[in-house]
């Protein structure tokens, strides 16, 4: 799988829109590009992913540049709630292993 | 719908003993893959089952083993405790034939200290 590079961490004021970069020049073209955060004391949770387009959830979203090297979560109106630390990973969709690395911390402020 | 439960919540264990940690996966759920996660680190993976056979495995020694049983339920034993041991200790389920992306769901985790 390949690796993804993202920032240590990132602030973000509550209400204003929280842009979350990863980079992933190595990816495979069946590789898919999957974000997770983990929330403290708790396990991590999906949260969105995709191949090629932009994606869209109630979550969150998912920019992807066009030649896929590298990627952006949006989460729109982010809250208290959205302090975590977030990770993304590159895989493919078999259901094998998740290479978590260390992620980006973010954290909210009212 | 209960989600991946784990048991126990905490753990404390000294040198040298061994420790079951037990997972079950939510509901309609196949796959167990389970996951160390150091202190400010990212989980790593230790290994997946699938039909009661280790599907997948990543870099962790011998002394960490496991079983699924018919039930998918799973346990993760760990022998002869080293201090660097001391982590929480994630399970994930999953759908292998599911919805064709990699989508894990994770339970809260087991806290194991060993001193």
């Known amino acids: 799988d390949a690796k993804t590079t993202q920032p240590p961490s990132m602030d973000c004021a509550e209400g204003r829109a929280a842009n979350l970069p990863c980079n992933h020049s190595?990816?495979?073209?069946?590789?898919?590009v999957y974000w997770y955060r983990q929330i403290h004391s708790q396990g991590p949770q999906y949260i969105i992913h995709?191949?090629?387009n932009n994606e869209t959830n109630e979550m969150a979203s998912l920019i992807i540049t066009e030649d896929r090297k590298s990627s952006t979560l949006i989460l729109p109106h982010a809250t208290l709630r959205d302090t975590a630390v977030y990770y993304c990973?590159?895989?493919?969709?078999?259901?094998?292993?998740?290479?978590f690395g260390k992620g980006t911390s973010l954290l909210v402020t009212p | 719908d209960a989600g991946v439960t784990q048991s126990p919540t905490h753990l404390i264990k000294t040198r040298g003993q061994q420790v079951t940690l037990r997972c079950s996966p939510k509901?309609?759920?196949?796959?167990v893959s389970w996951y160390q996660q150091a202190l400010g680190q990212g989980p790593q993976f230790i290994f997946q089952?699938?039909?009661?056979?280790?599907?997948q495995r990543g870099n962790f020694p011998d002394r960490f083993s496991g079983h699924q049983f018919p039930n998918y339920s799973s346990e993760l034993n760990v022998n002869a405790l080293l201090l660097g041991d001391s982590a929480l200790y994630l399970c994930?389920?999953?759908?292998?034939?599911?919805?064709?992306?990699?989508?894990?769901?994770f339970g809260p985790g087991t806290r194991l200290t060993v001193l």
């Open positions: 994930a389920s999953s759908l292998l034939a599911g919805v064709g992306y990699n989508e894990q769901f």
């Open positions: 190595t990816i495979s073209g069946n590789e898919y």
């Open positions: 995709g191949l090629k």
């Open positions: 990973i590159v895989g493919s969709s078999s259901g094998y292993a998740l290479n």
């Open positions: 509901s309609g759920h196949d796959t």
């Open positions: 089952y699938y039909e009661e056979e280790e599907r």
